[in-house]
């Protein structure tokens, strides 16, 4: 397992999350997963979730990120711009899709960050 499964975000940069209190807590198991400043609340229903959720739920938070990171030190216009940017095919996924959901509301794709990620994540726990 990769050794930064269990990183945690530090939280004294994060704002407090205080809705995630409101969250059906009766009806979810909820944890959060965290890399550098990415910060996911995931609840899944008691009767579904499994340890393992957590932990594959984390490595693709890794994943992700690592890939997004790369992929804007090869393209920093991507992070800097406040309007769509084109990116090609070759792309990895979470930039494509962020750069449609810019495309679509008339911003740079890093608006979009926390919405693909949620997306992206919530995907791939429901079809596992």
């Known amino acids: 397992m990769n ?35 990415s910060d996911l609340w995931i609840g899944i229903d008691r009767d579904h979730f499994r340890d393992e959720i957590a932990f594959f739920a984390q490595e693709e938070l890794l994943k992700i990120r690592n890939e997004l990171e790369q992929y804007i030190l090869e393209n920093p ?6 309007s769509p940017v084109e990116v090609p095919t070759s792309a990895p996924p979470i930039a494509r899709i962020m750069a449609s959901a810019a495309q679509r509301a008339g911003t740079g794709p890093m608006a979009a960050v926390a919405g693909a990620f949620s997306e992206w994540i919530g995907t791939l726990i429901r079809e596992a």
């Not at 009766?26 to 944890?31: C, K, L, M, T, V």
């Not at 216009?77 to 406040?82: E, W």
């Open 3 to 37: 050794s930064n499964a269990h990183h945690r975000p530090d939280f004294r940069s994060i704002e407090p999350r205080f809705y995630r209190r409101e969250m059906g807590l009766d009806r979810f198991h909820s944890f959060v997963i965290g890399y550098k400043d």
């Open 77 to 82: 216009l991507f992070a800097a711009s406040f």
